[in-house]
């Protein structure tokens, strides 16, 4: 008889724990829709990344990447922006293209690949060779490019290729050492409606939380 009363408060403060806990699993998971909400703050486009990039020959190149596979948590790309800044104040030239054509417009070319890696260094592979026998502006081979000088924007549907597209960055010339700075960013139409659901449950969540919370003290005032 005497072991009741101590029973109900801890009977009590199980769900008042149990309604902490989910509180604060609540306030994580609306953290992270709220943190999703500002990835494409400026006009719908989400910051990929960016790099520093140095190369000795004619061009740098990247490595092949299938822009319409690319996801976000399971969301697909669906236009892509890259932007290019070439150091030095020459005119630029940037490319996108399939890698076989690259290949075959490079061939005999001395240029480099840069390869991505973490805290956005890039590793490069040296390709010996001489000048290109056509400035990039006089090739056939892109799918989308742009020159001039300042920052050079080339914009693209991320479906639009099939297989993988190479980035390329040359001075218009096609003259060597080529060093700059690449960004990326794409729209991910789906990813509102991810960021409202993962809201919702977090809305949801809370107010399970406050529920558990409040019960057990409306129940001892009845």
Known sequence: MNTSPNR?????????????????????????????????GRGGYMDLGHAEFRGDGHAVVSDPYDWGRGTFVGAHYGTVRVHLTVHGG???????????????????????????????????????????????????????????????????????????????????????????????EATVPSLGGIVAGVVAVGVVLLLGSVALIVLPFRRRRA
């Open 90 to 184: 020459k005119p630029a030239f940037l490319g996108l293209a399939p890698a076989s054509a690259v290949r075959d417009y490079l061939h005999g070319v001395a240029y480099s690949t840069g390869h991505g890696r973490s805290n956005y260094q890039v590793a490069y592979t040296k390709h010996a060779g001489g000048a290109p026998a056509t400035a990039p502006t006089g090739a056939d081979v892109w799918s989308a490019h742009a020159s001039g000088t300042g920052t050079l924007t080339v914009t693209f549907p991320a479906d639009r290729y099939d297989g993988g597209l190479v980035l390329v960055a040359m001075n218009a010339d096609g003259s060597p050492v080529v060093n700059g700075r690449v960004a990326t």
């Open 8 to 40: 109900r408060p801890r009977r009590r403060a199980l769900p008042v724990l149990g309604g902490v806990a989910l509180g604060i699993v609540a306030l994580i998971v609306l953290a992270v829709g709220g943190f999703a909400a500002t990835l494409t």
